[in-house]
Antibody, heavy 117, light 111 residues
Framework: EVQLVESGGGLVQSGGSLRLSCAASGFTFSTYGMNWVRQAPGKGLEWVSYISSISSIINYADSVKGRFTISRDNAKNSLYLQMNSLRDEDTAVYYC??????????WGQGTTVTVSS | QSALTQPASVSGSLGQSITISCTGTSSDVGSYHLVSWYQQHPGKVPKLMIYEGSKRPSGVSNRFSGSKSGNTASLTISGLQAEDEADYYCCSYVGSNIFWVFGGGSKLTVL
C-alpha cells in the first residue's frame, strides 16, 4: 500500500524551530518529487515547498522562504521540513504529498504544528 | 504569487449539476495545462479528483469533469450526491520558481 506518514509536529513558541518528517512506503520514493502543503485552522490549502527526486530542484513559497528548509534522504525513504523562526501564522496541519508532475496524488494524514506567542 | 480565485461556496440539489470556477492569470492557469482539483471532506485528507485540467485518476467517478478556457478552469459535478458535499480546491503549476498555487477553496453544499 502506498503510504505517507508525517511526524514531528507539536507546540512551539514563536521564534522557535521544529523538524517535520514524512516516511514513505509502498512505492519507489527515490523516483518522485515531493511537496509539503499546509492548512491553517479553518483555512484553505497552501503549497509550502517542493523537492525533486534527487534534490536538484528545490522551491519554496514566499511566505516561508529563508526560514524553512526541505530535504530528503532517499536511502531512508524520508522527507523532511526544517522550520526555523516560526511565527503564529505558521500554525497549521502540514501534509507531505507525492508529486506526479501533473498533480499531488498521494497525501499523508498530516501533522499539526501550533506556534504560540 | 497570489492564490487562484474560487467562489467561497456553491450549492446544488441532489441529482443536479454544479460548476466551480477557478480563475488565475496568464502566468499560471493560462500558461499551463497542469490544473488539478482536490476534494476534502471535513477532517480528512485532500484527494486528487482531476489532473491536467480534465483527466480523472483511476477510481474517481465520471460524474466529475474538468475543463479550461483561457485563465479559468472549471470543475463540474453532475448527478450530485450527498457524499459530494465537501471542500474543493483547484491547483495550478506556476513554473519552476514557485511550482504550485492553490485556490482559496469552495465549499459545496448538497441540498
Amino acid at each position: 500500500e502506498v503510504q505517507l506518514v508525517e511526524s514531528g509536529g507539536g507546540l512551539v513558541q514563536s521564534g522557535g524551530s521544529l523538524r517535520l518528517s514524512c516516511a514513505a512506503s509502498g512505492f519507489t520514493f527515490s523516483t518522485y518529487g515531493m511537496n509539503w502543503v499546509r492548512q491553517a485552522p479553518g483555512k484553505g490549502l497552501e503549497w509550502v515547498s517542493y523537492i525533486s527526486s534527487i534534490s536538484s530542484i528545490i522551491n519554496y513559497a514566499d511566505s516561508v522562504k529563508g526560514r524553512f528548509t526541505i530535504s530528503r534522504d532517499n536511502a531512508k525513504n524520508s522527507l523532511y521540513l526544517q522550520m526555523n523562526s516560526l511565527r503564529d501564522e505558521d500554525t497549521a496541519v502540514y501534509y507531505c504529498a507525492r508529486d506526479q508532475f501533473y498533480g499531488l496524488d498521494v497525501w499523508g494524514q498530516g501533522t499539526t504544528v501550533t506556534v504560540s506567542s | 504569487q497570489s492564490a487562484l480565485t474560487q467562489p467561497a461556496s456553491v450549492s446544488g440539489s441532489l441529482g443536479q449539476s454544479i460548476t466551480i470556477s477557478c480563475t488565475g492569470t496568464s502566468s499560471d492557469v493560462g500558461s499551463y495545462h497542469l490544473v488539478s482539483w482536490y476534494q476534502q471532506h471535513p477532517g480528512k485528507v485532500p484527494k486528487l479528483m482531476i489532473y491536467e485540467g480534465s483527466k480523472r485518476p483511476s477510481g474517481v467517478s465520471n460524474r466529475f469533469s474538468g475543463s479550461k478556457s483561457g485563465n479559468t478552469a472549471s470543475l463540474t459535478i453532475s448527478g450530485l450526491q450527498a457524499e459530494d458535499e465537501a471542500d474543493y480546491y483547484c491547483c495550478s503549476y506556476v513554473g519552476s520558481n514557485i511550482f504550485w498555487v492553490f485556490g482559496g477553496g469552495s465549499k459545496l453544499t448538497v441540498l
